[in-house]
């Protein structure tokens, strides 16, 4: 088992930022691939970012990419999202995912609870 725990989230004025971190416990972190995904009011959730268990490789969602960034620290047992030029449409819940490397909620066998992103214009 892999314990997740998503915490940064919070209220931010357009075009400001955050950083998301999810701290994992339980089975060896650098063993999974990791990713993170999001979910709006009355929305499916979606994939946002995932990183590979070395963290060479990462892939960001195209709403996202150039603003969000996803990084690992192994050796902390973390994973970031910092979170860039935020816009309203960026509002979620934002969960962390813990798996092989992929882009859909199906290749993550963990989940955090969730952290609130609120983005105001």
């Known amino acids: 088992q892999v314990q997740l725990v998503e915490s940064g989230g919070g209220l931010v004025q357009a075009g400001g930022s955050l950083r998301l971190s999810c701290a994992a416990s339980?089975?060896?972190?650098?063993?999974?691939?990791m990713g993170w995904f999001r979910q709006a009011p009355g929305k499916e959730r979606e994939f946002v970012a995932a990183?590979?268990?070395?963290?060479?490789?990462?892939y960001h969602t195209n709403s996202v990419k150039g603003r969000f960034a996803i990084s690992r620290d192994n050796a902390k047992n973390t994973v970031y999202l910092q979170m860039n030029s935020l816009k309203p449409e960026d509002t979620a819940v934002y969960y962390c995912?813990?798996?092989?490397?992929?882009?859909?909620?199906?290749?993550?066998?963990?989940w955090g609870q969730g952290t609130q992103v609120t983005v105001s214009s």
């Open positions: 339980g089975r060896t972190f650098s063993n999974y691939a």
């Open positions: 990183i590979n268990r070395s963290g060479g490789q990462t």
């Open positions: 995912a813990g798996g092989r490397y992929g882009f859909t909620g199906d290749d993550y066998n963990y």
